[in-house]
């Protein structure tokens, strides 16, 4: 099982090595804009790094909404991604489920979904996983709950979507850690990336405030017992920098050994 960490895009392979992480997610480009990622000076270092690569896609994707001038965006920035992800030989891909807005059709937002997998099979298919991830807010939420996310697994599991399980949004989002990744599985068959993070809210407070793994409103225990029984890939995207980010990898591995 291998822990790492989300950090800056600009030189994520030392961000690596002061956190002593063995796999290491970040951004392809402003996680707040629309623009596709541009080739990068460091992409055959990352190509051959003994580290793992995750990608994050930004954030203002949503390829759910009915809303046409986000969605077909949406669509087009996150297969540029998923490009730019494989050129430097990520494991994945992750992007939010995504959701519609009040008063819209959910079971929409999940054929929306579908339409995104067909227009990247149009253009070639996505080039490497794309792991949709729980999220912690919105009743319109496509993969808050885990009766939304059986609806859309039911249209994109068949089409090869990946999952990867944040700890903070599952129990932000009104889910209980306890025995999650059975739950979880027994849906997606599948879990092929952990968010290990605390949260600094209690349970179903719909807010998305990540803390370290020692603090906060979410046990820890509860986040190793996830980390456990996921044998997955792992990433805490927890505050505090190098210092705070390696704490919580060591703090990991120290629970894991034991």
């Not at 090595?17 to 990622?37: H, I, K, S």
């Not at 669509?75 to 009040?102: C, F, P």
């Not at 859309?152 to 903070?168: E, I, K, N, R, S």
Request: glycine fraction near 10%.
């Amino acid at each position: 099982m291998r822990i790492g960490a989300h950090v800056e895009r600009a030189d994520p392979l030392a961000d690596a090595a002061a956190r002593q992480a063995e796999v290491v997610q970040f951004f392809l480009t402003d996680p707040q804009g629309w623009e596709d990622p541009k080739p990068r000076a460091d992409a055959e270092a990352l190509r051959t790094a003994e580290v793992d690569i995750v990608i994050h896609a930004p954030y203002r994707i949503n390829v759910a909404t009915l809303n046409n001038r986000v969605r077909i965006p949406s669509r087009k920035l996150l297969l540029a991604h998923a490009n730019g992800a494989a050129a430097v030989n990520a494991l994945g891909l992750v992007v939010h489920g995504g959701h519609v807005n009040q008063g819209d059709d959910l079971a929409a937002g999940f054929e929306n979904w579908r339409k995104t997998f067909a227009y990247a099979a149009d253009q070639g298919g996505f080039p490497l996983p794309v792991l949709i991830e729980n999220t912690a807010g919105g009743d319109n939420a496509c993969a808050r709950s885990l009766d939304a996310l059986a609806r859309l697994w039911d249209v994109v599991g068949p089409l090869g979507a990946g999952f990867c399980l944040d700890t903070c949004h599952a129990h932000a989002g009104g889910e209980a850690l306890l025995d999650l990744v059975d739950r979880v599985k027994a849906i997606t068959g599948r879990i092929d990336l952990v968010h290990a993070n605390g949260s600094r809210d209690p349970f179903d407070s719909r807010r998305d405030r990540h803390d370290n793994l020692t603090q906060g409103q979410l046990d820890p225990e509860l986040v190793v017992a996830v980390v456990r029984a996921a044998q997955a890939p792992v990433v805490v995207e927890t505050p505090g920098g190098e210092a705070g980010q390696a704490a919580d990898i060591a703090f990991l591995r120290t629970q894991l050994a034991g």
